[in-house]
């Protein structure tokens, strides 16, 4: 990925459905597209059914979105270079069934989380 393409993105991890319609200049209809014909990014939908994206992905749809406007490819080309430059296609598509919650393991992390939060607090208040 370009230096360029990458200052782009704000840092965070995770992007709402509208702010990387936002940041690449897409249609929602187009993500939708990219998301089934590459097969590369796969956001997560929440409850609501209000979609995620992780910053890997808004760096794939970036590139997407350059290598089909400015460099001109193909579909198939795009794929390869996909495969060149960000590994494997997701296997999330490629499951039968999620991972069964673990709820005491979710219980663990909250509570690191929140000792973590608990430091920062102190951290802020020095």
Do not use: H
Request: aromatic residues 8%; hydrophobic residues 35%.
């Amino acid at each position: 990925m370009t230096e360029m393409t990458k200052s782009n993105i704000p840092e965070k991890l995770t992007f709402r459905r509208k702010e990387v319609m936002q940041l690449a200049k897409l249609d929602g209809r187009v993500l939708d597209y990219w998301e089934k014909e590459f097969a590369f990014f796969t956001p997560v939908t929440n409850q609501s059914g209000e979609k995620f994206y992780s910053r890997r992905d808004v760096e794939i749809i970036m590139k997407i979105k350059e290598w089909l406007g400015r460099d001109k490819c193909d579909k198939n080309k795009i794929k390869e270079m996909l495969l060149q430059n960000f590994g494997e296609i997701d296997n999330v598509q490629n499951t039968s069934a999620p991972e069964p919650l673990d709820r005491e393991k979710v219980k663990r992390i909250r509570r690191g989380l929140d000792e973590i939060l608990t430091l920062l607090a102190k951290d802020d208040k020095n």
